[in-house]
């Protein structure tokens, strides 16, 4: 059996090896480097836009417990994100350039996987998983919407945030430390006082914007929104949001400032950080000379300003069924053009759509993760054909049916409980699986 995969980011580098290691034949197409898209500036598989941070790593947040989940599936984007960790208190987040150095030299050195570069404008014959992202190129999405119909012709607008050098951070305004002093000292943060603050929030909030062609701030994905978006709500906003000062000790007060701004380090050797929760659509020139009012990064170098793109997704829950298929066809989706927001997310849907196909073509039962599971909690919310008004959503623990024992907890111990009891159940339904997860596959 050859299996056609359109797309090498995180979804579709997934999908392309879990099919691989079970002896599947995987034609991956990928048009960088030939052409690239907004968000794009490498030629590496699963390369990540938005943010280095692949979200929370314990099992009390259901990103984290969507983690371990797909470790026990034997993830490859896990593996590769375990081996480039770079410290992140409570995060996973990853060296942006290594991470996909390393998926993209473990998917291309597969022997069952082959490479073609170049676009792909066509939905080809035979067995085809779409992981073009949301960034598909507009020749493929108007394939796709015409297989589709009616329910295709969806998108939102999201962000990146601007990366600098580490070097140009003034310490003498900045210090390292973690919210709450949890784990080691990874953060860079930029004290405000309220007329700081105040000065920037103004000239924030009336910087100038580049154009883009059917933007309107209602059209953000609220995970992604650009920092002046959200500055625009309201004064205070930003002082609940990215610029949050609660648990951050400025050794020189003792105290909490007025307003924190935190940068995050983007790649091993610490040389490049992001600023957390600035992303943005402000002009490259209103970008340095907004962000330069932060104290600390008067001087800041900025090594790739933040940009805005358009993000495109179906309306996954009356087009696709709960394998990802689009019913009658030899096609699925996998990724965030199925509207399951977030890179873990995009990765989950990648694997499953593997499984799925995998699982068709050797006529066994389509695979039924348990609901109780964040994996199993998100496939349901994103293929319930009762949805009204599907937008793209990360995986949470309001998906997931509430405890059945009806003790009182707190929330964190109702949060573990929930990842103990999915853990618990996806064990055991590997355990009844070994067509999809028997065997020696590493």
């Known amino acids: 059996m050859n299996v056609t995969v359109i797309g ?10 879990q099919l691989a290691q079970r002896g599947i034949q995987v034609e991956l197409h ?6 690239m898209t907004p968000a794009h500036t490498t030629e590496y598989f699963a390369e990540l836009c938005c943010s280095n941070s692949l979200r929370g790593a314990g099992l009390e947040n259901a990103v984290g417990l969507l983690k371990e989940e797909l470790r026990r599936l034997d993830s490859l984007i896990l593996q590769c994100a375990d081996a480039t960790r770079v410290e992140a208190g409570g995060a996973l987040a990853v060296d942006r350039h290594g991470f996909a150095r390393l998926v993209t030299e473990k998917v291309r050195s597969h022997p069952n996987i082959t490479v073609i570069p170049g676009e792909v404008t066509e939905i080809p014959e035979g067995e085809v998983i779409i992981a073009s992202g949301p960034l598909t190129s507009d020749a493929l999405a108007e394939k796709l919407q015409a297989l589709l ?4 012709d969806l ?3 999201d962000a990146a945030a601007p990366l600098v050098s580490a070097e140009s951070v003034d310490m003498e305004h900045a210090w390292m430390g973690s919210r709450y002093d949890k784990g080691t000292d990874d953060y860079v943060n930029c004290p405000m006082n309220q007329e700081e603050y105040d000065a920037f929030w103004k000239e924030l909030t009336t910087a100038q914007e580049a154009e883009v062609h059917g933007f309107e701030d209602s059209q953000v994905f609220e995970g992604c929104m650009p920092v002046e978006v959200m500055a625009r709500r309201g004064h205070d906003t930003l002082l609940y949001g990215p610029l949050k000062s609660r648990g951050l000790d400025d050794p020189r007060t003792g105290r909490w400032p007025y307003a924190v701004v935190q940068l995050r380090r983007d790649n091993a050797d610490g040389t490049v950080y992001n600023l957390v929760g600035f992303q943005t659509n402000l002009t490259f020139g209103e970008q340095k000379r907004v962000f330069h009012m932060v104290p600390g990064l008067e001087n800041a170098e900025f090594f790739r300003y933040g940009v805005m793109h358009r993000n495109t997704f179906v309306d996954a829950p009356h087009v696709l069924d709960g394998t990802f298929a689009v019913p009658g066809t030899s096609v699925r989706l996998a990724g965030q053009i199925t509207g399951t927001e977030g890179y873990m997310e995009a990765v989950a849907t990648g694997l499953l759509a593997a499984l799925n196909t995998y699982a068709e073509a050797i006529e066994a039962e389509p695979v039924e993760l348990p609901r109780v599971g964040a994996l199993g909690a998100l496939v349901g919310y994103a293929t319930d054909p009762a949805t009204v008004g599907y937008q793209p959503m990360h995986v949470n623990f309001g998906l997931v049916p509430p ?5 009182r907890r707190s929330k964190r111990d109702r949060y573990q409980a929930y990842a103990d009891r999915a853990l618990t159940a996806l064990d055991a339904y590997l355990a009844t699986r070994p067509d999809l997860f028997g065997g020696d596959r590493s």
Do not use: I
Request: aromatic share 10%; proline share 4%; with cysteine.
């Open 8 to 17: 090498a980011g995180l979804a579709g580098s997934e999908c392309a090896w």
């Open 30 to 35: 990928e048009m960088k480097p030939e052409k």
């Open 149 to 152: 119909g009616e329910h295709s």
């Open 155 to 157: 998108h939102f607008f």
């Open 403 to 407: 405890l059945e024992d009806g003790k």
